[in-house]
């Protein structure tokens, strides 16, 4: 059957079919084409092509294996390095978009016979982190990067230190706890008939006079005060001036109406209205 004009719409219904992801019984590794129905497949491996693909790869089949799980590996750490880093995820649900690019290698292809299987690789080689909860299989990258490395490093030397400054810490607190240990002890060892007034026999105690002239004990004296006092540089307090209190409405109206009668009568007194004239003679 010949192919399908480029443009036509037969040929643009074949390529929108073989965009999407086949089935995996129909794929060739050997030839990396995948076939849409068995018939495709059957006509595939019976053409020219393939057959001298497969006598290539049936020359050195363990070469050929190593090749395609060495890429099968490298694509796989590669997707979980970028796309998760050192954080764990479960394996099942990356194998997913693993495999959703069509071009990627197919496991039946590696030494790998199944993802159980590939996973314990992992873990065995030490490529990355692999547990096994109730959920199933975790898997989460090991960054060995020289930078990754420098960087861990750095990580566990300001732990160390940190942990080094904690036990000098502790360290001298037990030392101190040990030596007011040894303090409480010493004291508790002292005889207590030593610490008893020890008098001979017949010696009678002095009694202690003490006389004091000028009325009565000496009262402890103020050192701020006398600072104060002798201080030269203090200035004199001034008058303090008190603040005038706030008057009401009525108030001022009331002291407006006596200013008012004052300014009155300041100006009666002042023109004599009441003084009789001087007679002019």
């Known amino acids: ?6 443009g036509s719409t037969k040929a643009i219904s074949n390529k929108i079919k073989a965009k999407g992801l086949g089935r995996l019984r129909w794929y060739c590794q050997a030839c990396s084409r995948q076939c849409r129905d068995e018939n495709g497949f059957r006509c595939h491996v ?6 001298r693909q497969v006598l290539l790869i049936g020359e050195d089949p363990k070469k050929y294996i190593e090749d395609y799980s060495k890429q099968f590996l490298d694509n796989f750490l590669n997707l979980l390095k970028t796309g998760h880093g050192e954080k764990k995820v479960h394996i099942n649900q990356f194998y997913q978009q693993v495999i959703a690019d069509k071009e990627h ?16 690789y992992l873990g065995r080689e030490g490529i990355c982190r692999v547990e096994e ?6 898997v989460s990258y090991i960054d060995r ?3 990754a490395m420098r960087r861990q490093e750095a990580l566990l030397k300001k732990e160390r230190q940190d942990r080094g400054d904690e036990e000098q810490e502790q360290r001298q607190i037990r030392e101190q706890i040990k030596r007011a240990q040894q303090s409480a002890k010493e004291e508790e060892e002292v005889d207590p008939e030593a610490r008893k007034l020890q008098r001979k026999e ?4 002095a009694p202690k006079v003490s006389l004091s002239f000028g009325g009565g004990g000496n009262k402890p004296k103020n050192v701020f005060a006398a600072a104060v006092k002798k201080n030269p540089l203090a200035g004199k307090k001034g008058p303090v001036m008190e603040q005038p209190k706030k008057m009401t409405e009525q108030e001022r109206i ?4 006596m200013e008012a009668m004052e300014r009155k009568r300041m100006r009666g ?10 007679k002019i003679s």
Not at 1 to 6: G, T, V
Not at 105 to 120: E, G, R, V, Y
Not at 202 to 205: I, P, R, S
Not at 269 to 278: C, E, L, M, N, T
């Open 202 to 205: 017949g010696e009678k105690a």
């Open 105 to 120: 290698i197919h496991m039946n292809a590696t030494k790998w016979k199944s993802l159980s299987q590939f996973a314990a």
């Open 269 to 278: 007194s002042a023109g004599f209205p009441d003084a009789k004239r001087p």
């Open 46 to 51: 019976q053409s020219e092509s393939h057959v």
């Open 254 to 257: 009331m002291k407006q109406e």
């Open 1 to 6: 059957m010949p192919r399908a004009e480029a």
């Open 145 to 147: 990067s020289p930078e």
């Open 133 to 138: 909860t109730e959920k199933g299989l975790f």
